[in-house]
């Protein structure tokens, strides 16, 4: 391996965990992590959260030092990938240059969807993906500013948060009838509504933006109802597409990222995957998933690196995910994908703290858990394990 060259594309979590797993797999050749960003890797979670309030620097963000990737050996490309030529084993740079590799690893990560409305284009329209996203953001703020945020998910609820605690009056649009429709129970949704409306935080469901509009910087969001609501600045929260044309155009297998197998193979043997970029077949949930999770792309990561390195790993960890908003942290355990029951342990309607499970066919698939960790480490054992348990037990697991 001494002499060989790994090529990694994208410098997000997926990108960084690879190439230090490079070295503790044992792989002594080159190792170049190329990114478009010319900041050291960073932590994205925080972007949305403390970042944007202002709690934390990007410095503090840094995933690794500087210092470790001049200590590993790992050289980082401030550089743009143009294209893949898999035959002749390179890649194309947007300098016209070609970056030859024997492996080559893809962690291009997601790209925030975009607003197809009229005015969309408009000065004053951002969306929440980068770092320089966020500086942006916050240039535009001041305290008792307007901000509008299309989308009620987890991106958007967070920066409702974040704005909140910067002094903005805030407005979330959500266009379906609750927020989290997507990814929670009725019961969380409601959860959220009410704690964010006691933050003082408008939120509007079944809310269809037409248009935005504005004297070359935004001005107004116009809905399909007639309504037009001004503002200072609009953030669009909904929802991200994977970034698979490199591999598309390569003639890699693509559907809904690239497709990788549990070692995290793509089709061409000498190329993986990890991360946002990726999808694969998960026994457990019976179907091809794509996962948005910062411990998912770790371990995907960690599992390319084995592969590249000839060794045998296979993904098998539970996906997990959390959210911070205000003084909640929300831990959510498995995927509740087709659940036909619900069990809360906790008073959603009242307190700040609360367990909601989800089980298909009397088993428990998943956990959203609110400021409560006992309940959220209880349910990934119960989870992974698939261990038999009854409802009254999932209402008195905080003390199990």
């Known amino acids: 391996m001494t002499s060989q060259r790994a090529l990694i594309v994208g410098a997000g979590h997926a990108g960084a965990q690879l190439a230090a797993s490079l070295r503790q797999e044992g792989w002594t050749g080159e190792i170049v992590l190329i990114g478009e960003e010319s900041a050291l890797p960073y932590q994205r979670p925080p972007l949305s959260k403390g970042y944007l309030a202002g709690k934390s ?63 969309a284009d408009l000065v004053g329209v951002y969306y929440l993906r980068t770092a320089a996203d966020v500086e942006m953001i916050r240039e535009a703020t001041s305290p008792g500013c307007r901000a509008v945020i299309i989308g009620g998910g987890y991106i958007g609820l967070e920066t409702a948060a974040s704005l909140r605690a910067l002094g903005l009056e805030v407005t979330v649009l959500e266009a379906t009838e609750r927020v989290l429709e997507r990814v929670t129970a009725p019961a969380v949704s409601a959860f959220f509504d009410r704690i964010h409306r006691e933050e003082g935080v408008n939120i509007r469901t079944g809310a269809l933006v037409e248009a935005l509009s504005g004297d070359g910087r935004v001005r107004e969001v116009f809905l399909s109802s007639g309504e037009s ?56 949930y019976g179907r091809r998933i794509r996962l948005e999770s910062v411990p998912s792309a770790g371990e995907q990561a960690k599992v390319a690196a084995a592969t590249v390195c000839g060794k045998s790993k296979m993904i098998a960890a539970l996906p997990w995910f959390w959210s911070d908003q205000y003084d909640l942290k929300l831990q959510i355990a498995g995927l509740n994908t087709g659940y036909d029951e619900v069990v809360l342990s906790g008073d959603p309607t009242r307190d700040r703290d609360f367990t909601c499970f989800y089980l298909r066919a009397g088993e428990l698939i998943a956990a959203d858990c609110i400021n409560r960790p006992r309940h959220f480490m209880f349910s990934k054992r119960v989870i992974t394990q698939r261990l038999p348990i009854g409802r009254t037990e999932l209402v008195l697991a905080g003390s199990v």
């Open 229 to 284: 609501i001004p503002t200072d600045l609009v953030i669009v929260g909904i929802g991200v597409e994977p970034n698979t044309e490199l591999a598309a155009a390569a003639g890699l297998v693509v559907d809904n990222g690239v497709v990788i197998d549990d070692q995290t193979r793509t089709s061409d043997p000498d190329i993986v995957a990890a991360g946002d970029c990726a999808s694969h077949d998960m026994a457990r």
């Open 57 to 119: 620097t990007l410095d503090e963000l840094a995933i690794r030092s500087a210092k470790f990737y001049t200590e590993q050996g790992i050289q980082l490309l401030n550089a743009k990938v143009e294209a893949i030529d898999r035959s002749a084993g390179h890649l194309v740079l947007s300098t016209g240059d070609a970056l030859p590799y024997d492996k080559l690893a893809l962690c291009t990560g997601a790209r925030p969807r975009r607003l197809s409305i009229p005015g």
